[in-house]
């Protein structure tokens, strides 16, 4: 009996297998444009995100160029210990860590409040020019932007001036005060990114049902009370996706605005991991330990990402997974 069960049983996967194999081939004939035009990307995240992952092997290693990255001696943990005993560990974490967090307490739900405002307009003139005028820091380059903030923040400076004046402020240049780098930091950042990023839940919001703020205001709710019971729980989803994300990038501050923006006389409170592996790998020729340092931060983004995920799942119902 067992026999004629195995013989009735086997030919069931290759006809399974065979029919997913045509299914997948119909698709892809069906569909071969939309799959040539993926190939670009996929490319990109083969060559430039998983590719490079072979190098990530020389933070567990003592590497050397001329030996290359599989002949380079093992040293295991070393250089993560050595990173986690130096003196420099508990400074840049806590300024990463700081200075990550101020971004996402004021700088993630700007753009949030800069949708729900723009959405009250009316006046399309003056909406499209406020979209118009918030949009632009974004497309101006990092370093053009970074001289700005330089030149208006300097003791001649309309901002330092401006202090001065007001507050009766010392007229010392505010970048080299480590006390005011962060803050300078995240208002910048804002200022550059809150039209871009306000787009999103601009989209969200135009697919919200017209028809429950119809109802609403028919049962004589007020603005805020639609913003709070309608608006705010429609674009909730889109708000939980793009604060996962953020908390996957918690601490990959950017260092080219940090490099661009730091100084000696600042490093106490500006100095993050990405400029400490900067100034380790491409200035000191110390490959094998900026790569340990960076892998540790990798590693504590992705659980981050997962927390968030997590927490989400359990707190809202929307996650990424």
Same mark, same amino acid.
């Given at each position: 009996?067992?026999?004629?069960?195995?013989?009735?049983?086997?030919?069931?996967?290759?006809?399974?297998?065979?029919?997913?194999?045509?299914?997948?081939?119909?698709?892809?004939?069906?569909?071969?444009?939309?799959?040539?035009?993926?190939?670009?990307?996929?490319?990109?995240?083969?060559?430039?995100?998983?590719?490079?992952?072979?190098?990530?092997?020389?933070?567990?290693?003592?590497?050397?160029?001329?030996?290359?990255?599989?002949?380079?001696?093992?040293?295991?943990?070393?250089?993560?210990?050595?990173?986690?005993?130096?003196?420099?560990?508990?400074?840049?974490?806590?300024?990463?860590?700081?200075?990550?967090?101020?971004?996402?307490?004021?700088?993630?739900?700007?753009?949030?409040?800069?949708?729900?405002?723009?959405?009250?307009?009316?006046?399309?003139?003056?909406?499209?020019?406020?979209?118009?005028?918030?949009?632009?820091?974004?497309?101006?380059?990092? =370093?053009?932007?970074?001289?700005? &903030?330089?030149?208006?923040?300097? +003791? %001649?400076?309309?901002? /330092?001036?401006? !202090?001065?004046?007001?507050?009766?402020?010392?007229?010392?240049?505010?970048?080299?005060?480590?006390?005011?780098?962060?803050?300078?930091?995240?208002?910048?950042?804002?200022?550059?990114?809150?039209?871009?990023?306000?787009?999103?839940?601009?989209?969200?919001?135009?697919?919200?049902?017209?028809?429950?703020?119809?109802?609403?205001?028919?049962?004589?709710?007020?603005?805020?009370?639609?913003?709070?019971?309608?608006?705010?729980?429609? =674009?909730?989803?889109?708000?939980? &996706?793009?604060?996962?994300?953020? +908390? %996957?990038?918690?601490? /990959?501050?950017? !260092?080219?605005?940090?490099?661009?923006?730091?100084?000696?006389?600042?490093?106490?409170?500006?100095?993050?991991?990405?400029?400490?592996?900067?100034?380790?790998?491409?200035?000191?020729?110390?490959?094998?330990?900026?790569?340990?340092?960076?892998?540790?931060?990798?590693?504590?983004?992705?659980?981050?990402?997962?927390?968030?995920?997590?927490?989400?799942?359990?707190?809202?119902?929307?996650?990424?997974?």
């Amino acid at each position: 009996m067992n026999r004629n069960l195995q013989n009735t049983a086997t030919p069931v996967a290759p006809s399974r297998a065979g029919s997913l194999r045509r299914t997948v081939a119909k698709d892809f004939i069906t569909n071969k444009y939309l799959y040539l035009m993926i190939l670009p990307v996929l490319a990109y995240y083969v060559l430039f995100h998983y590719a490079p992952m072979y190098g990530a092997m020389i933070a567990f290693k003592n590497y050397s160029p001329m030996k290359g990255i599989l002949d380079s001696p093992w040293v295991g943990f070393a250089h993560f210990e050595s990173f986690f005993n130096s003196f420099y560990f508990w400074r840049i974490f806590k300024n990463t860590i700081l200075i990550s967090l101020y971004s996402l307490l004021f700088e993630f739900p700007m753009p949030i409040l800069l949708a729900l405002l723009l959405n009250e307009v009316k006046n399309k003139t003056f909406k499209k020019t406020a979209q118009s005028i918030t949009y632009m820091p974004y497309f101006i380059s990092m =370093i053009v932007i970074c001289g700005m &903030i330089k030149d208006f923040t300097n +003791s %001649g400076g309309f901002i /330092n001036t401006f !202090f001065v004046s007001v507050m009766g402020t010392d007229g010392q240049a505010m970048l080299q005060k480590p006390e005011l780098f962060r803050s300078l930091y995240v208002i910048s950042d804002i200022w550059q990114r809150i039209g871009w990023e306000s787009i999103i839940y601009m989209a969200a919001l135009t697919s919200i049902d017209q028809e429950q703020y119809e109802a609403a205001r028919i049962d004589g709710a007020s603005r805020m009370q639609q913003i709070r019971n309608i608006t705010l729980p429609g =674009i909730l989803p889109v708000i939980v &996706i793009m604060f996962i994300l953020r +908390s %996957g990038n918690l601490l /990959n501050v950017g !260092f080219e605005k940090i490099i661009l923006l730091y100084n000696p006389v600042v490093y106490e409170t500006s100095d993050v991991i990405s400029s400490f592996v900067y100034r380790k790998g491409l200035l000191e020729f110390n490959w094998s330990y900026s790569s340990a340092v960076g892998l540790f931060n990798s590693v504590l983004n992705l659980l981050l990402l997962i927390a968030a995920n997590r927490f989400s799942k359990k707190v809202t119902d929307n996650s990424l997974w």
